[in-house]
Structures are given as structure tokens and as C-alpha cells.
């Protein structure tokens, strides 16, 4: 089978070309250019290639990705938000531009470098399931994908440690050409998200007022987009004891902050769903509100104009709108989709 698989430069891309051709398949290797803050390593993914005897595409998108991922990125902080465009990347410009090209050329599938795995259901059709390395597990960033990218995708590291990945490219002479892993969020330099929103997309210093959760005026920041739920330090206001952001009001462009007792809340509700496979309408299952977060024990109640209602067992800190939940049954993604709200917290009465 010739599949076309993204290869960025690094260890992972390299690893999973080399496993992809150990089991017979034909590579196509296609880098993807995204955005000018960090350029992909063209030089690194092609010595990878001509090492392993592959082709090798370079693909432009960085129209795509600014219109996809970063003018995302912008409008959900102007909303108050903390987006993730990580989610929102892989199914509208990775994945997209690999499928399109995979079809130019005729190939039969794509493959990336992300840790998850592929398997199968009951009646035939592919599900999306947890790596067998929990700790580098990707399947949450990979929840909001189609289902033909589902059907034509392959993950070759999914049963794999990233240890033994490692080891493996060492093997096979590959890490002279890695020079480092991938970055988080690749299109905002040095992590700082207020001076590339200033820069990029003219999001200027609007003055506001700090309140508490009775409403009284704490002191003023520069713009509520520069503080996420959770966040403890970088107020410039003395209240004798720690206090942490609880909300935030993009209208009144306002940033509540309070005792960190007041960010646990048990519910959220969904917008944007993306369902992987069939579910019933209330499901007990478990899902992760953040990335980086465990799973944890949820009753979720899934609508038909794609939105849901995850009621956890336990409540949950710092739940946060424009975080992706994703729902988990065993090893299996159901879906997610995006916080819209949240329920059921002292900081939401």
C-alpha cells in the first residue's frame, strides 16, 4: 500500500517511515510548510528520505494554516477563550493537505508520527484509541478529525514508548538528522501568546478591571486576553493571599479572580461535537478536559445538534472554555468537542 506520510524533520516522522516500510508499505514523504515562525526542517526530513530511499514533497499551506489554525486562535481569545488549535490543525491542514495530496497522486492512505492507534470495532469500521504509551499518548489531539481522515490513516508508533522509538532511529542511523522534538504550539515564538497577538493580529492593550467573586474592582489589567483560567501569578494586585483566575468576561473585558476552591466545578457543556463512532445518547464514560490532564469519570449526554453535557463524577479544576473534552470509553475516543461553558462550580452560580 503506498501511503503518504508527514514528515516533519524530527524523530518521530523518521521513526514511522522506516516501521511503515518494514510492513511492506510504499512511502511517500511530504513535509508541510506552515508557518514562518518555526519552518519545518526541509533539510532534516529530506536527508531522512534519501536515506530510506523515499520521495519527498515540500507543501506550502501557510495560508491555509493562518486562516485555519491562527485567525482561530485570535478570535477565541478576542472571545474570552483559551483555545487549543493544535486539535483544530490536525483535521483542517495536516491531515487535510496529506489526504488531498495522497489522493493527487493516487495513493491508498496517509500516516503521521502521532503516538495513538488505529483498531477496529465490532462491525469493521476504524476507531481512534490511546497509545500504548500513556505518557506521549495523542489521541486526545487527534479527536476532532473526519472520518474518511480516520478511514485513511495509519499510526505507526501507537503500540510504541517513545523510548523505544528512540532506540529504534538510533538504530537505523536516523538521529543524525533530528534536531529536536516539535514545539507545542509552533506559531507563537517563545510562548508569548500576548505579544504575537499584538503583533499579528493587532490585539492592542485594552485597560480592565480585576474583580472578585462578589463583583468589587481589584485593580486593572491590559486585556483579559492575556490571562487563562487557573492562572496564578502576573496580576500586579496585593490580596494577602494566593488567588487564581476564575473567570473571564470578553464584553466588559473584566478577569475574575478568587480562592482556588472556587475553580472546581463538576459540568460543561460542548459545542462543535465530533463524534468517531456511534454512542447512545447519555454514555458513562471518562474524558480529559485538557490535554495534559488525566481522564476522569463522566456521564456525558450527547445532542443532536452537536452539542453535549459532561456531568463528572468528581469535580474537576479549572475547566476551561475553548479547551477540547474528550470522551473515552476503555482505550476508545469517542469524540469531544469544545467547552462552551461550565456548570455546577462556586465561580458559576
Known amino acids: 500500500m503506498e501511503l503518504v506520510l508527514g514528515m516533519s524533520g ?11 516500510m518494514q510492513n511492506g508499505h510504499k512511502v511517500h514523504g511530504v513535509t508541510l510548510y506552515m508557518t514562518d515562525a518555526a519552518p519545518p526542517d526541509i533539510e532534516g526530513a529530506k536527508a531522512t528520505a534519501d536515506l530510506l530511499h523515499i520521495p519527498h514533497t515540500v507543501i506550502d499551506c501557510r495560508a491555509d494554516f493562518r486562516r485555519e ?19 483544530i ?3 483542517t491542514v495536516k491531515l487535510a493537505r496529506l489526504l488531498a495530496y495522497a489522493k493527487e497522486i493516487g495513493a491508498e492512505g496517509i500516516a503521521t508520527g502521532h503516538y495513538a492507534k488505529i483498531g477496529t470495532a465490532p462491525d469493521g469500521s476504524h476507531i481512534l484509541q490511546r497509545a500504548a504509551d500513556l505518557q506521549k499518548d495523542q489521541s486526545y489531539m487527534l479527536y476532532r478529525i473526519t472520518k474518511e481522515q480516520l478511514d485513511a490513516l495509519h499510526l505507526p508508533l501507537g503500540d ?5 522509538i528512540r532506540t529504534f532511529a538510533a538504530d537505523a542511523h536516523l538521529m543524525p538528522h533530528i534536531p529536536h522534538d516539535s514545539m507545542d504550539i509552533c506559531f507563537v515564538p517563545h510562548g508569548d501568546y500576548g505579544r504575537y497577538l499584538l503583533e499579528q493580529h493587532g490585539m492592542q492593550p485594552v485597560s480592565g478591571d480585576f474583580l472578585d467573586a462578589e463583583g468589587k474592582r481589584l485593580g486593572q489589567h491590559g486585556g483579559q486576553w492575556l490571562y487563562t483560567v487557573g492562572q496564578r501569578k502576573g496580576f500586579g494586585i496585593a490580596c494577602g493571599h494566593p ?14 479572580v478568587g480562592e482556588e476552591a472556587a475553580l472546581f466545578a463538576r459540568g460543561c457543556t460542548l459545542r462543535q461535537c465530533n463524534l468517531l463512532c456511534e454512542v447512545p445518547e447519555t454514555l458513562k464514560a471518562t ?25 463528572f463524577d468528581v469535580p474537576q479544576r479549572a475547566m476551561t472554555c475553548g479547551q477540547s473534552a474528550v470522551v ?9 468537542g469544545i467547552i462552551d461553558t461550565v456548570t455546577g462550580g462556586a465561580c458559576c452560580e
Open 10 to 20: 524530527g524523530v518521530d516522522s523518521a521513526a514511522a517511515a522506516s516501521l511503515l
Open 69 to 87: 489554525v491562527e485567525d482561530y486562535f485570535a478570535s477565541a481569545y478576542r472571545r474570552g477563550e483559551t483555545p487549543n488549535p493544535c486539535v
Open 89 to 91: 490543525c490536525n483535521r
Open 160 to 164: 510504541h514508548t517513545k523510548e523505544e
Open 243 to 256: 488567588v487564581y483566575v476564575l473567570a473571564k468576561d470578553a464584553a466588559a473585558n473584566t478577569v475574575t
Open 287 to 311: 474524558a480529559k478536559i485538557r490535554y495534559s490532564r488525566t481522564e476522569a469519570p463522566v456521564t456525558a449526554v450527547f445532542h443532536a445538534d452537536g452539542t453535549a453535557h459532561l456531568t
Open 328 to 336: 473515552y470509553v476503555g482505550d476508545t475516543v469517542v469524540g469531544g
